[in-house]
Nanobody, 123 residues
Framework: VRLVESGGGLVQAGGSLRLSCAASGRTFSSYNMGWFRQAPGTEREFVAAIKWISINTYYADSVKGRFTISRDNAKNTVYLQMNSLKPEDTAVYYC?????????????????WGQGTHVTVSS
């Protein structure tokens, strides 16, 4: 599957952005999907994930209550609504398809990464 992220940009602290991840392929609705981020000099970290049926969502503690993951299977797209942004949210954000039944927060449990979209939050 090919994934293409969009929606990143520069925003002031307290602002909002909505990231999109468009997927190719006719079986997108069966994928569990995740968002990760990576700031310069740090490891890629889990942000949020959503099961294929959308009932179950998972969040990192650092974004819980501020970010919302959702999906539109008819559009083959997963979204990340980011509110109350903080300077520490600055990173490249990636979406990925979950590969197996393992933990949603582990990078190696995902494949088919997108190219990433840059988010910069100014103070």
């Amino acid at each position: 599957v090919r994934l293409v992220e969009s929606g990143g940009g520069l925003v002031q602290a307290g602002g909002s952005l909505r990231l999109s991840c468009a997927a190719s392929g006719r079986t997108f609705s069966s994928y569990n999907m995740g968002w990760f981020r990576q700031a310069p000099g740090t490891e890629r970290e889990f942000v949020a994930a959503i099961k294929w049926i959308s009932i179950n969502t998972y969040y990192a503690d650092s974004v819980k209550g501020r970010f919302t993951i959702s999906r539109d299977n008819a559009k083959n797209t997963v979204y990340l609504q980011m509110n109350s942004l903080k300077p520490e949210d600055t990173a490249v954000y990636y979406c990925a398809r979950k590969l197996n039944s393992g933990s949603y927060s582990i990078v190696s449990n995902y494949d088919s990464w997108g190219q990433g979209t840059h988010v910069t939050v100014s103070s």
